[in-house]
């Protein structure tokens, strides 16, 4: 889940761009993989900014990526693609791959402004927009390389038009990319940010993105995540000390403010 008005707080709503992800490995060997696939669903975009969607494979180059193949795909309005993105020195520099084409869907009902945040534009699960890829290895890649954080999942989108510098969201503790780097610094100085010792967090430890290991109802627009789940202000101002619970269970969410 992503705010997208970082580094502000805009509403704080965090239905931005909602994605469910599976990601599976594919083994040579116990401690070897050859492979790897990831699946999206993507539940709703609530954001008007032209974020796209991009992920990082912090502990893999470019130069070690073999091919991307495309397997099921629904419900896109277009032509939906996966495509590497070259930063140049691709033995050097991590894999950087950007989601082309899944903002759109062909069930997303008349009238309605938004991807599946609007109270009455509801879309059905099954119409939701799905697809996966497989990313192929030159050689096998050292399984420690693909723990669960060295896939930096972003939104990104260029700073000026043509530019191929990126204003990239991620979650905290992730760094930009190469794109995202020079960006990410200048909007340090005079924000809430300009004390934070953690990348993509604030002074305060609040966020712009959350991954949940569960499925979670998304807010309708313009509704505070934090009145939708009233715990997850104190989870999130604690550096996740305290209020661990604050997703499960029908008492720690406010229906009012949730998409069915």
Not at 118 to 123: A, D, L, N, V
Request: with cysteine; net charge negative.
């Amino acid at each position: 889940m992503f705010e997208d008005l970082w580094p502000s707080y805009g509403d704080y709503d965090f239905n931005d761009f909602v994605a469910n992800y599976k990601i599976q490995l594919h083994l040579q060997n116990k401690n070897k993989v050859m492979a790897v696939h990831i699946g999206l669903y993507i539940n709703a975009i609530g954001g008007s900014l032209p974020y796209d969607f991009y992920l990082q494979l912090n502990n893999v180059t470019g130069g070690q990526i073999e091919s991307i193949d495309r397997g099921e795909c629904e419900n896109f309005g277009g032509d939906a693609k996966m495509m590497w993105v070259d930063p140049g020195e691709s033995d050097k520099n991590p894999a950087i791959f950007k989601f082309d084409g899944i903002r759109s869907n062909i069930h997303k009902p008349e009238g309605s402004i938004f991807l599946n945040t609007e109270k009455g534009f509801e879309i059905e699960q099954s119409k939701l927009g799905r697809i996966s890829y497989m990313i192929y290895f030159r050689n096998a890649i050292d399984l420690d390389n693909l723990n669960f954080d060295s896939f930096n999942f972003f939104l990104g989108k260029p700073i000026a038009e043509g530019s191929n510098e990126l204003q990239e969201i991620h979650f905290s503790g992730q760094e930009p990319s190469i794109f995202g780097r020079n960006y990410y610094n200048e909007k340090l100085t005079n924000t809430n940010m300009d004390g934070s010792k953690k990348w993509y967090s604030s002074n305060t430890n609040i966020v712009w993105a959350i991954h949940i290991p569960t499925s979670l109802y998304h807010t309708t627009e313009k509704s505070s995540f934090m009145k939708a789940y009233p715990k997850f202000e104190k989870w999130i101002t604690t550096g996740g000390a305290e209020a661990t619970d604050w997703y499960i269970g029908h008492e720690n969410r406010n229906p009012e403010y949730l998409m069915k």
